[in-house]
């Protein structure tokens, strides 16, 4: 299959959405845990910490993807 350069920008595009989305997930789950009137079970932060590091590989790949098609001829 051949990505074409639109393909690409929509992958940089989804790519850095992802990115930028499940950070600051990460910020807000990281002031969620300081919190002291916050009583989550621990593993509450290991599933939301695995799901924000999937998706922020996701991310990677699919920008990675992208640009790959955007520099390609």
């Known amino acids: 299959m051949k ?7 929509l992958l940089l595009v ?3 959405w992802n990115l930028v ?5 990460a910020k807000n789950l990281a002031k969620t845990a300081q919190d002291p009137e ?11 910490a ?10 990677g790949v699919l920008g990675s993807l992208g ?5 390609s001829r």
């Open 3 to 9: 990505l074409e350069k639109r393909h690409g920008a």
């Open 14 to 16: 989804i790519g850095i």
């Open 21 to 25: 989305t499940w950070s600051n997930f």
């Open 38 to 48: 916050q009583h989550r079970p621990r593993p509450y932060y290991v599933a939301h």
């Open 50 to 59: 695995v799901l924000i590091v999937v998706n922020a590989v996701i991310g």
């Open 67 to 71: 640009l790959k098609a955007l520099r």
